[in-house]
């Protein structure tokens, strides 16, 4: 079975960085697409990144702030978050996607295109 546990989230000051971490088991890390995404109070969930062998891929709003990589060898993916605002307090979901050769292009926006998630992790950041 697939599992997907988040950490690194907690309480930063605007202008701070942080480090997600997103482990995985139960399947083949290498096919899978990988990503992340976030859900504020009071809104729905967004996408952030995602990564697959293929390459990585950014929500407009997030491109040069956050960085999204892999370790194939630790079953692991990653986000460093740079720059952060208010706005980006939230909680961060970690999730695996199996391999789906017909999918769309931009399929990697969409929860829908995953199929394992965690049970996310806190960012809060303080103005």
């Known amino acids: 079975q697939v599992q997907v546990v988040e950490s690194g989230g907690g309480l930063v000051q605007a202008g701070g960085s942080l480090r997600l971490s997103c482990a995985t088991s139960?399947?083949?890390?290498?096919?899978?697409?990988m990503g992340w995404f976030r859900q504020a109070p009071g809104k729905e969930r967004e996408f952030v990144a995602a990564?697959?062998?293929?390459?990585?891929y950014y929500a407009d709003s997030m491109k040069g702030r956050f960085t999204i990589s892999s370790d194939n060898s630790k079953n692991a993916v990653y986000l460093q978050m740079n720059s952060l605002k208010p706005d980006d307090t939230a909680v961060y979901y970690c999730?695996?996607?199996?391999?789906?050769?017909?999918?769309?292009?931009?399929?990697?926006?969409?929860?829908?295109?995953?199929?394992?998630w965690g049970q996310g992790t806190q960012v809060t950041v303080s103005s």
């Open positions: 999730a695996a996607g199996e391999p789906r050769p017909m999918a769309s292009s931009n399929s990697h926006k969409y929860a829908t295109r995953y199929d394992y």
């Open positions: 139960g399947h083949s890390f290498g096919n899978y697409i």
């Open positions: 990564i697959n062998w293929r390459a990585t």
